[in-house]
């Protein structure tokens, strides 16, 4: 009698087992899960502190109004800048740099802007830089470029050119040896290059280039970073 109870129970148990295996509920396999995108956002919204950060300050970059009780940081294409004690790219095999920002008309004296800059003082031969460039139509088009010792990667195209004055993105997506970059989400260039990490003691120059040259003549309302 105490066998056939005691095969009865396990019969049931096994049948319990069985329809929650079925109904998937807790005897599958645990998956693997791709590490989640750490993402830092840079506010310009102030000139005092921008992501806890406290800026060195160049020149006489503006805090403006944009609407809908956003500001944004104004600088003037001749001296304005900041420089920030921080690489949020650090420890990153993948990552993305994405600027929402809004170029002013600067033909022909800011043909050339550079408004991204990462880089650490001691190593020039390792850094990534966001531009643009002014056309005489008062257009602009995307610059992407990084470097290491090993080599160097310039992406751009003269022909995708977009009106000054108007809000948009441009972001830099760096995966697996190929860079691309993006402006209003839409992929406009991409090559490949092999990302040496950036000392994680770098800085961030924003306006203009680390060595206070190439300054950038519009607003910057953000900067996002997106690492894994």
């Known amino acids: 009698m105490k066998n056939k109870r005691t095969w009865w129970i396990s019969a049931a148990v096994g049948v319990m087992l069985g329809v929650t295996c079925l109904s ?69 095999e993948e990552f993305e740099i994405e600027v929402e920002f809004m170029p002013y008309a600067g033909y022909p004296d800011n043909i050339e802007q550079r408004f991204l800059h990462i880089q650490h003082p001691g190593n020039p031969d390792r850094r990534i830089l966001i531009e643009l460039r002014l056309n005489s139509r008062q257009q602009w088009y995307a610059d992407f470029f990084m470097r290491t010792e090993n080599a160097a990667l310039t992406l751009i195209d003269s022909t995708r050119t977009h009106p000054v004055n108007e809000w948009a993105t441009i972001k830099l997506h760096y995966r697996q040896g190929q860079m691309t970059g993006f402006v209003n989400g839409v992929e406009e260039v991409s090559g490949k290059i092999t990302y040496l990490p950036i000392s994680p003691t770098a800085s961030t120059s924003i306006g203009t280039r680390m060595d206070k040259r190439s300054w950038f003549k519009g607003a910057i309302k953000a900067v996002r970073f997106s690492t894994k």
């Open 24 to 92: 998937g509920i807790s005897c599958s396999k645990p998956r693997t899960q791709s590490p989640q995108p750490d993402e830092k956002v840079w506010t310009l919204n102030s000139l005092v502190s921008i992501a806890a950060h406290q800026p060195t300050v160049w020149g006489n970059p503006r805090l403006i109004d944009v609407g809908a009780g956003e500001k944004a940081i104004a600088f003037d294409g001749i001296e304005d800048g900041l420089l920030i004690n921080s690489n949020p790219i650090a420890g990153a």
